[in-house]
C-alpha cells in the first residue's frame, strides 16, 4: 500500500540484465517510479547490455565509470510520456565525468531532471555516503 495504490508489483532480479516489468517484448512504462539506485556497482557488467539493448534504454549514452546512469536511463525508459521517478543516488553522479558527465547534461538540456536533493552523510543506517534524490520527470 503506498498513497493509496494498492496493485503494485515487486520483481526480484537485475532489472538492467533481465527487466520483469514487461507488457510482452517491451518495457512496461509508469505512471511513477520510486527506486533506491545500487550505489557504485561496477558497469562491466552491463557492458554489452549498453551496447546492444532490445529496449533502447541507453539513447543519452553509454555511463562511464559505474553503473548509476544505466539505471537512471533505465528508469527514464520505463516511465510513460507523463512520468515521474524518485531516485536515491551517490552524490558522486554529480560530479562523475567523461560520458556520465555528457548524459548528465543531456538530461539537463532536455529537463528530464526536475529536481537534486542533497541529504547529509550518515543519514542511511548502512553506509556513510552523502545521498542526493534526483526527481526526473518525462
Known amino acids: 500500500f503506498l498513497n493509496g495504490l494498492y496493485n503494485s508489483s515487486l520483481h526480484l532480479g537485475d532489472t538492467i540484465l533481465e527487466p520483469k516489468n514487461m507488457d510482452e517484448d517491451s518495457l512496461r512504462t509508469f505512471d511513477r517510479i520510486i527506486a533506491d539506485i545500487p550505489i557504485n556497482v561496477s558497469d562491466f557488467v ?9 529496449f533502447n534504454r541507453f539513447q543519452y549514452g553509454k555511463p562511464s565509470r ?3 546512469f544505466g539505471f537512471v536511463q ?14 536515491m543516488l551517490n552524490k558522486s553522479t554529480l560530479y562523475s565525468s567523461g560520458s556520465d558527465s555528457q548524459i548528465r547534461s543531456q538530461l539537463v538540456a532536455l529537463d528530464k531532471i526536475e529536481k537534486i536533493i542533497q541529504l547529509p552523510a550518515g543519514i542511511l543506517e548502512i553506509s556513510n555516503i552523502e545521498p542526493v534524490i534526483f526527481v526526473l520527470n518525462n
Open 66 to 68: 559505474n553503473s548509476s
Open 46 to 54: 552491463y557492458q554489452k547490455v549498453y551496447e546492444k539493448d532490445v
Open 74 to 87: 533505465h528508469v527514464l525508459a520505463s516511465m510513460n510520456q507523463n512520468g515521474k521517478a524518485v531516485l
